[in-house]
């Protein structure tokens, strides 16, 4: 499809375990985020990338996340060492130009539903 | 710090009938203001965007409305239909970051 394509849709992992998530952004969009949503709450900015540069990382919650876009298209949430308090959806989104003051609108993938227990 | 609050926090109608959704923002300098549908299990879809110098913004049946000196928006739906149930964000940029609501909940009952 022509949307921005998240995997897994799901994850399950015990306490401890470390997990990656993938996002493939809409072919061509400059900008990546993401970002973290708690169940009945709005999104949460974790970073932000231009291309291959990781510009903002200010959002991501600890030292245990990690994110990575080393071609400047698909890109790579990581978390070592799973807590209960990472469970959340995980959104990845893209848009076509830079980000800062960019009128152009970010387009969302499904997510990937994060479950630690 | 940077606050973007939306009410209500949930709202039920009928289907056919009209409603409106609020939203005031703290975030400061002001670049744009956006509102999203979000589907149970699905990610935002962008509804409109609003720029500073822009008061009101359709798009079918939904209308956006801004008042960038109260720093207040608001997000009209006419006459609602089943499909419209999602819950809906308000997503203010400032310079460099972009800020969400908890978003509005609304079910649209038969």
């Known amino acids: 499809g022509a949307g921005v394509s998240q995997s897994p849709r799901y994850k399950v992992a015990k306490r401890g375990q470390d997990v990656a998530l993938r996002c493939d952004p809409i072919?061509?969009?400059?900008?990546l985020f993401w970002y973290q949503q708690a169940l009945g709450q709005g999104p949460e900015f974790l970073t932000y990338?231009?291309?291959?540069?990781?510009?903002?990382k200010s959002g991501l919650p600890s030292d245990r996340f990690f994110a990575e876009r080393p071609e400047g298209s698909v890109s790579t949430l990581k978390i070592q060492r799973t807590q209960q308090e990472d469970s959340a959806v995980y959104l990845c989104?893209?848009?076509?130009?830079?980000?800062?003051?960019?009128?152009?609108?970010?387009?969302f993938g499904d997510g990937t539903r994060l479950s630690i227990l | 710090k940077n606050q973007v609050e939306q009410s209500p926090q949930s709202l039920i109608i009928l289907e056919g009938k009209n409603c409106t959704l609020q939203c005031n923002y703290t975030v400061s300098p002001f670049s744009n203001l956006r509102w999203y549908k979000q589907d149970t299990g699905r990610g935002p879809v962008s509804l409109t965007i609003?720029?500073?110098?822009?008061n009101t913004k359709s798009n079918g049946r939904y209308t956006a409305t801004l008042d960038a000196d109260t720093k207040q928006s608001s997000l009209h739906i006419t006459a609602s239909q089943l499909s419209d149930s999602a819950s809906y964000i308000c997503v203010v940029r400032g310079y460099q970051k972009v800020t969400f609501g908890i978003g509005t909940k609304l079910q649209v009952i038969p």
């Open positions: 609003m720029t500073f110098s822009e």
């Open positions: 072919s061509g969009h400059v900008s």
């Open positions: 989104a893209s848009s076509l130009v830079r980000g800062g003051n960019s009128n152009q609108p970010q387009h």
């Open positions: 990338f231009q291309n291959e540069a990781q510009l903002d």
